[in-house]
Each structure stands twice: as C-alpha cells, then as structure tokens.
C-alpha cells in the first residue's frame, strides 16, 4: 500500500504538480461543485408514497418554525429527514442555510453546490453560488487522489470520515480539524490515513497509488496442523504460576533473615543470662534460686529462640514450596538436562547441579 499526504501551501512542486494544483485549488467554483455533485450522484429513488410526503412536508413545517425561533440545531436533523424522505432542491437549500447557521459550513457548501448543479430556479442558483463563494474561502480543502490503477480495482470504495467520499481527485472543502481517509477494494488490503486540515485555504492531498493484495487464508486443514503443532519448548510460562514462585522465594528469604536475627538475640541474651547467673542464683550450674534480672533475660532468650526457630521451619517450607514451583515452571528455552555432581568441602562435603 503506498500512499502520499501533501500540504498545498507548505509545499512546493514541480511543474506538473504546479499545474494539478492550479486545477485542484484554483478551478472556478461552478465548475467545481458540478464536478463534485455529478460524481457523487444520488441514484434515482422510487417516487415517495403519500404518506412519506406528507411526513416530509409536516417535518419541513416543524423546521421552519423551529428556525423561525432560533433553534437551528433542532431544525436541522427534521430537514435532513424530510430531504430524505423527499428529495428537493427548495428543502436541500433550506438545510445548507441551516447547517451554515450551526458551524457546520462544510456541510452547507456541498449542498450550495448540490443546488447549484441542480440548474433549477435561477435565484435559487444564484443564491447557492453565492454562499458556496463565500464558504469556500473559509474552509480548507481535501484532495482525494487514487491513481488509475487502484480505480481499476473490483469493488473499490472510497470514504472520508466513515462516509462514501464525494468528488474523489477534486479539492473539496472540508471541516477544519482531523480526518480520515479510507479505502477498500475486493482481495485487497485496506487503506486508512489520518490527517488534519486547518487553515483557511489550506490544500491537503491524500494519494491513494495502490491497494497491496490480501494474504491469502489457509486452508482448514492447514490451519488445524498449525493449531496442533507443537511448540519448540512446550507452553508458555504461566505468569501466576511464575509470580507464586517469585513470592514463595522470596518468603524463604525472609524467614531465613528472621530466623537468624532472632537466632543471633536468642544467643545474645543467654549469655547475658549466663554471665549474671554466677552471683545471681543459688545454683548457678541449674539457674535456681536466681534473682533480677535473670529470669527475665532467661524467657527474653527462650522467646527469641522460639521466633527463630519457627522462621526457619516457614523459611524451609517456602523453600521447599519454590523448588516444587521451579521444577513445574514450563521452560522459555531448551533446558540443560539435569545432573548432580557430590564434592568434598572443608566442613563436609557440597552438593552441585544444573536443572
């Protein structure tokens, strides 16, 4: 898919990109809003029923009283129904003078110029030519441009903002503001760029050159032995299954860092207990008889053993609870394969091994 936005006046051109935006900005806002309403011709609809007309003459009635009182936002949507249910060059104009009267002037001049092109009643002509004039100058414009070959496409569709873009290769006023081109075509890619017009005048063009094929689908049975086929290292890591294993670890350490804490206060306040027993107690070989403040530093002592040793039993079982985890963690990557390996220390002896 290749495609290419230019800026009008920020950019300069050669020669024949010169010439295209003379056609493209410069072209004669007649000639402009019959090319931009003959592209984008209604197809010729079935003759409303009675009751459509009347519908859409009682919500045209509704709309002029509601502008009368100076509600066009509310008289807007019952003119677009009307329209809709019975198309009029009289109600089309009404409602581009209501638009221009809500902001919505890029909506009001594709009308102005849907009745200029109409060539019906000549003030009305004049009228839409006029505020046509005068709305363009305030807007800035889209160009729409699809080279030859992706016009050749089957089922090509061009939209901007959601709707089927009207006068493709034509700069056409537009809402100041961000917008969005589109393109679709059968067997083909989709097209789709943002972008934003602002100032008055200003030429944005969007080039739309080619549409890259779609690739083609699998077939089912392909994409069931895709499905079945197995991974090179098995399923992916569950992340809880990873994080239980991180926590657990991580508890482990905690209680061995507890553990030996209290352990090295444990042995702190025994002697402590130990170095005040000679002259304290009676029976210093048994610690009986004994006065302040051994008793106290003796169940000190005893308390934090007591907290030692149950932090190392819940350190062993998170330990315990880890290795279980990391062993059961399905890997990322080919695994080395396990082995142990005994060797004698200094104290005893070690245990090595790659899992």
Not at 12 to 28: E, F, I, Q, S
Not at 44 to 56: C, D, M, N, S, V
Not at 210 to 218: G, H, I, N, R, W
Not at 251 to 275: C, M, P, Q, R, Y
Request: net charge positive; charged share 25%; glycine share 10%.
């Amino acid at each position: 898919m290749a495609e290419e936005i230019c800026r009008g006046p920020r950019r300069r051109a050669g020669g024949a990109g010169r010439a295209a935006r003379r056609v493209l900005g410069r072209a004669p806002l007649g000639l402009l809003a019959a090319l931009a309403a003959s592209a984008t011709a209604a197809p010729a609809w079935a003759e409303p029923t009675i009751a459509e007309r009347a519908r859409a003459d009682a919500l045209r009635r509704e709309a002029q009283e509601l502008l009368a009182s100076d509600r066009p936002d509310a008289a807007c949507p019952k003119l677009e129904e009307s329209e809709r249910l019975r198309p009029s060059t009289e109600t089309k104009l009404e409602l581009a003078r209501c638009h221009e009267r809500t902001g919505r002037l890029a909506s009001a001049w594709a009308l102005y110029a849907e009745v200029e092109a109409a060539g019906g009643d000549a003030k009305q002509g004049a009228e839409a030519r006029e505020r046509a004039a005068a709305i363009a100058q305030r807007l800035p414009r889209l160009a729409i441009l699809v080279s030859d070959e992706v016009k050749a496409l089957p089922g090509l569709e061009v939209a901007l903002d959601g709707a089927a873009a009207r006068g493709v290769g034509l700069a056409r006023p537009v809402e100041p503001g961000k917008h969005r081109v589109t393109a679709t075509a059968s067997g083909r890619q989709a097209f789709s760029r943002d972008v934003e017009a602002r100032q008055p005048g200003e030429i944005v063009e969007v080039r739309i050159t080619a549409l890259d094929p779609q690739a083609a689908a699998p077939s089912p049975a392909a994409a069931d032995l895709e499905r079945r086929r197995p991974t090179p290292y098995g399923p992916r890591p569950d992340p809880i299954h990873r994080n239980l294993m991180w926590v657990t670890g991580g508890l482990a350490l905690a209680g061995i860092a507890l553990g030996s804490t209290f352990g090295g206060l444990a042995i702190s306040t025994w002697d402590k207990v130990e170095n005040s027993a000679g002259t304290a107690c009676r029976n210093a070989e048994r610690y009986l008889d004994c006065a302040q403040p051994v008793p106290d530093l003796a169940r000190r002592a005893m308390s934090y053993a007591t907290v030692s040793d149950f932090s190392f039993i819940a350190a062993g079982a998170a330990l315990a609870g880890t290795a279980v985890l990391w062993m059961t963690l399905p890997p990322d990557g080919p695994r080395a394969s396990a082995r142990v390996q005994i060797a004698p220390g200094v104290l005893g002896g070690a245990v090595l091994g790659v899992f």
